[in-house]
């Protein structure tokens, strides 16, 4: 089954840059979709960056020409850097990935933007 660690998250200034990490630790074999959604106390998860297999991305317009996803499906790896960001930024970010139409996420890690 598998199973999605998530690192890099904290407290960063705005304007700052972060980079979250995520892997599969059970490296389990053709993972599809992969990618990171954000959620905010009373609000529902959305969706931020995804990035296929093959390489096509998607992004939230509010995060375009600011975040990059990208992977490494050798290694069942996601990675999002985060540039320029805001505080609506701030939020619990989740790694998620699909295998064979099952929805798998991670823990979450906290991103906090102080002003």
């Known amino acids: 089954q598998v199973r999605l660690v998530e690192s890099g998250g904290g407290l960063v200034q705005w304007g700052g840059s972060l980079r979250l990490h995520c892997r599969d630790s059970?490296?389990?074999?053709?993972?599809?979709?992969m990618g990171w959604y954000r959620q905010t106390p009373g609000k529902e998860r959305e969706k931020v960056a995804t990035?296929?297999?093959?390489?096509?991305?998607t992004y939230a317009p509010s995060v375009v020409a600011r975040f990059t996803v990208s992977r490494d499906n050798a290694d069942n790896t996601v990675w999002l850097q985060m540039n320029n960001l805001k505080s609506d930024d701030t939020a619990v970010y989740y790694c998620?990935?699909?295998?064979?139409?099952?929805?798998?996420w991670g823990q979450g890690t906290q991103v906090t933007v102080s002003s």
């Open positions: 059970k490296n389990i074999l053709n993972l599809g979709v």
């Open positions: 990035m296929t297999e093959r390489g096509i991305t």
């Open positions: 998620y990935a699909n295998r064979l139409g099952v929805d798998y």
